[in-house]
């Protein structure tokens, strides 16, 4: 990294040209990244243009390669597929086709290609690159361009991104269209699942790819699995076939079963969901239903997350590019753990390819090892998760670990009691559910809470548990009595700001209570986002979400409204507290023209010129406007008073429509990844309490009171980390609950750029060019998907 911070704004653009393609199947998000390249390439001076239906648009050349403009782009975030065409190209994979799409570039000037496609499409583009100099050579031979512009073209620039909903390009914890998918998948299960609840459907077969098969049984608590990097053992039917009859002993109305394409049992045989049906059939008798989603997973509107993703690599791309010298390799921009990186394209290539290597030579356990650390992960948490041993399978164990939530509800928390649970369980120890929160704890809402206790709480929304936002401090006597009738150990808190006060309150009670020195583990959950020690809380990417239906409700009315023709501006207030997560990253997602927060004062002139800015977008052909407000932003500029500013001063241009989310933001089925993130933090952190507790435990008894064994377990940059909550007091804001630094501030440029703003936009971390091998070694925990 840079020792001093840079800018973009020394990073011109100005006569050089940038072109951008998308190649191989579609993916959601995949238009997020193209409006990204676009923008970001005006922005900084440059060229662009969009060339349609992938290679085969290059090759053909004419009017599939069109110079793109500001409004090319506009309202194309929200959009699925890809705008722009994409095609398979056998004609780039010749000679002859390279030469004439060497042609049509240098025609054009475009000597910087932005490629979104899967491995295949950007090993064509670097096989590309390596011969440019030799076409060019045979073009001048040929007189179809002069030496002159062979010289003035010389180097050809790669980057790439990866779209593809597989997720199966190594280097990167995340595809473009990954999450989308994942979306349409659970949104299917959550849909039987509620007809579960009115007829017997005993048995539901999805067939899906193979990292969406392994998340999606995450997200949804599948009963079973199927994967081909882990081929069932031997006898594998009769044991599924007793899970399933102990599930329906347990009044289990619906059992998820999930087969992944290429699914081969161990003696390489084909797992079919047809084979998988009729075995539940003829020995179990059960009714059971096949579903295979097919290109249902590639359809529907990005997530908050892929369009998040798709324009912070788009930015990155074009600052790649901007910064590539003749020497630079073709490099993919990724994203690892929370941030964007670029990492040498055919390192990456060749590492995706050595994955498949091991699957044909039946190596499965290198396979999954190369396949990253998250995806090992993501299948570690499941094999915890899914195996329900008999009483005699389990270790013994003398703890007894209490969990509860405190605070406001947010989409995840039930994921994150499950695993507890079941983790929990797994390693022997005695689990205590608490209600209500420290309230309930000083009450003795206390019970044991079992493996079958928490079967289908993933897809929950709010807090089953119950949750307050009472804190122990004026309650301290009877939590530490609690605490002595139950024999507790061990505390798991999953909340918000207030979880985070109530264990700093525990701490401070040690000295006086003996009863609090015990293991304490802390998990961020909250839609504010506002949790020191975390880049990210379990509960605000369901919010996220929430804010980008509205975005998309919007677009839908301004169609549906006087034959598309009425210009109209949404007011939104996002809610937050002083925490600005949800109203910045949100207008990231959503493509906000503004976003108002408190860590960003803003005064009557910031307004007006909001206002004079907005309305010389609307006299062009864009139809609709976004702003989004942080509830506590300015006591003064209330969203009412925003609404009638706008409202008044873009009379005769556009009208304006206001919307408080409010409660809305809370509510509803978690999404994947808060489903997905709660479920893996919280096994992580039962593993953390289990490891605490033996080595805590003397003479019958178990005492902590090291700052180290009260901590809260949070993402930081590309790890998960345990840090002592006493260590994180220096880092808070306690007035206005919220840390001190947080992360996403460096997004609100991206936001304003591609809203057609002047700012700067600090790069200080970008321009990694990082090896393969080397992010390996210091990748110690990815905590995405």
């Given at each position: 990294m840079p020792d001093?911070?840079?800018?973009?704004?020394?990073?011109?653009?100005?006569?050089?040209?940038?072109?951008?393609?998308?190649?191989?199947?579609?993916?959601?998000?995949?238009?997020?990244?193209?409006?990204?390249?676009?923008?970001?390439?005006?922005?900084?001076?440059?060229?662009?243009?969009?060339?349609?239906?992938?290679?085969?648009?290059?090759?053909?050349?004419?009017?599939?390669?069109?110079?793109a403009t500001w409004e090319s782009v506009s309202s194309m975030l929200q959009v699925g597929g890809t705008f722009i065409g994409s095609a398979r190209c056998a004609e780039f994979r010749t000679h002859d086709g390279r030469l004439r799409a060497a042609q049509n570039l240098v025609k054009r000037g475009i000597t910087n290609l932005c490629v979104i496609g899967g491995d295949g499409s950007l090993t064509g583009a670097n096989l590309f690159r390596e011969e440019w100099s030799g076409l060019l050579e045979e073009l001048v031979q040929s007189g179809k361009i002069d030496e002159a512009a062979a010289q003035a073209h010389s180097v050809l620039h790669i980057v790439g991104m990866v779209g593809s909903i597989d997720n199966d390009f190594c280097g990167t914890d995340m595809t473009i269209g990954t999450d989308s998918a994942l979306h349409r998948i659970?949104?299917?299960?959550?849909?039987?699942?509620?007809?579960?609840?009115?007829?017997?459907?005993?048995?539901?077969?999805?067939?899906?790819?193979?990292?969406?098969?392994?998340?999606?049984?995450?997200?949804?608590?599948?009963?079973?699995?199927?994967?081909?990097?882990?081929?069932?053992?031997?006898?594998?039917?009769?044991?599924?076939?007793?899970?399933?009859?102990?599930?329906?002993a347990d009044k289990k109305r619906l059992n998820i079963i999930i087969v992944a394409e290429g699914a081969i049992d161990s003696s390489n045989k084909a797992i079919s969901t047809d084979y998988v049906k009729d075995l539940v059939v003829r020995c179990l008798g059960f009714d059971t239903r096949v579903t295979i989603l097919g290109h249902v997973q590639r359809g529907g509107t990005p997530s908050a997350f892929d369009r998040i993703l798709a324009s912070r690599m788009g930015v990155e791309a074009v600052l790649a590019l901007l910064e590539a010298s003749p020497g630079t390799p073709a490099c993919v921009v990724s994203l690892c753990g929370n941030q964007a990186v670029r990492l040498p394209l055919m390192e990456c290539v060749q590492m995706t390819q050595e994955v498949q290597k091991a699957m044909d030579e039946k190596k499965f356990e290198e396979a999954v090892r190369l396949r990253g650390r998250s995806f090992e992960n993501n299948l570690n948490t499941y094999?915890?998760?899914?195996?329900?041993?008999?009483?005699?399978?389990l270790p013994h164990s003398p703890f007894t670990v209490a969990v509860l939530n405190v605070g406001a509800p947010a989409a995840g928390m039930n994921a994150a009691v499950r695993s507890a649970v079941r983790v929990g369980i797994t390693e022997g120890h005695k689990m205590l559910a608490v209600n209500d929160g420290f309230e309930g704890?000083?009450?003795?809402?206390?019970?044991?809470?079992?493996?079958?206790?928490?079967?289908?709480?993933?897809?929950?929304g709010g807090s089953l548990l119950g949750t307050k936002r009472?804190?122990?401090?004026?309650?301290?006597?009877?939590?530490?009595?609690?605490?002595?009738?139950?024999?507790?150990?061990?505390?798991?808190?999953?909340?918000?700001?207030?979880?985070f006060e109530c264990v700093l309150q525990l701490c401070d009670a040690r000295s006086k209570y003996e009863e609090f020195c015990l293991p304490m583990c802390m998990l961020p959950a909250t839609i504010s986002n506002n949790v020191p020690g975390t880049d990210l809380s379990i509960g605000a990417d369901t919010s996220l979400n929430a804010i980008v239906e509205v975005r998309?409700?919007?677009?839908?009315?301004?169609?549906?409204?006087?034959?598309?023709?009425?210009?109209?501006?949404?007011?939104?207030?996002?809610?937050?507290?002083?925490?600005?997560?949800?109203?910045?990253?949100?207008?990231?997602?959503?493509?906000?023209?503004?976003?108002?927060i408190y860590e960003e004062p803003f005064d009557i002139r910031d307004l007006q010129a909001n206002v004079e800015h907005l309305t010389a977008k609307m006299k062009t052909s864009i139809q609709r406007g976004l702003v989004l407000r942080n509830e506590n932003s300015n006591d003064n500029y209330t969203t009412d008073f925003i609404y009638q500013l706008y409202s008044e001063e873009g009379k005769g241009v556009f009208d304006c429509r206001k919307n408080v989310l409010g409660h809305m933001q809370?509510?509803?089925?978690?999404?994947?990844?808060?489903?997905?993130?709660?479920?893996?933090?919280?096994?992580?952190?039962?593993?953390?309490?289990?490891?605490?507790?033996?080595?805590?435990?003397r003479e019958g008894r178990v005492f902590a009171n090291t700052e180290d064994s009260a901590c809260l377990l949070g993402m930081r940059r590309r790890a998960l980390l345990f840090q002592p909550v006493i260590q994180l007091k220096d880092e808070t804001d306690f007035e206005h609950r919220i840390p001190k630094e947080q992360w996403w501030l460096k997004l609100r440029p991206l936001m304003k750029i591609l809203a057609k703003y002047k700012?700067?936009?600090?790069?200080?971390?970008?321009?990694?060019?990082?090896?393969?091998?080397?992010?390996?070694?210091?990748?110690?925990?990815?905590?995405?998907?």
């Open positions: 001093t911070k840079k800018f973009f704004e020394n990073l011109s653009g100005a006569g050089k040209c940038v072109a951008v393609l998308t190649s191989g199947g579609d993916a959601q998000g995949m238009n997020g990244a193209v409006r990204a390249v676009v923008r970001m390439g005006i922005y900084v001076g440059a060229k662009v243009y969009l060339i349609h239906e992938g290679y085969q648009g290059m090759v053909d050349g004419g009017d599939n390669i069109k110079e659970i949104e299917v299960v959550d849909a039987i699942m509620t007809t579960a609840q009115s007829y017997v459907i005993v048995c539901m077969c999805l067939c899906v790819c193979r990292y969406l098969a392994l998340v999606s049984a995450l997200a949804c608590g599948a009963d079973w699995v199927f994967i081909p990097e882990l081929p069932p053992e031997d006898g594998w039917e009769d044991l599924m076939c007793q899970k399933l009859s102990e599930n329906r094999k915890l998760l899914s195996h329900r041993k008999s009483d005699s399978e704890f000083s009450k003795g809402q206390i019970k044991e809470i079992k493996w079958g206790d928490v079967g289908g709480w993933t897809g929950q009472t804190l122990p401090l004026k309650k301290l006597d009877k939590i530490a009595e609690q605490i002595r009738i139950h024999n507790i150990n061990a505390l798991l808190v999953i909340g918000g700001f207030e979880a998309q409700m919007t677009c839908d009315r301004i169609k549906q409204s006087a034959s598309g023709t009425k210009r109209r501006v949404f007011i939104i207030e996002t809610m937050g507290g002083y925490c600005g997560y949800l109203a910045s990253v949100g207008g990231l997602a959503a493509g906000a023209d503004a976003a108002y809370q509510g509803g089925a978690p999404s994947p990844f808060d489903r997905n993130f709660g479920t893996k933090i919280a096994a992580k952190a039962m593993q953390w309490i289990s490891k605490r507790l033996r080595e805590f435990y700012t700067s936009y600090d790069v200080s971390d970008s321009g990694q060019l990082e090896h393969v091998v080397r992010l390996r070694a210091k990748d110690t925990d990815n905590s995405t998907i």
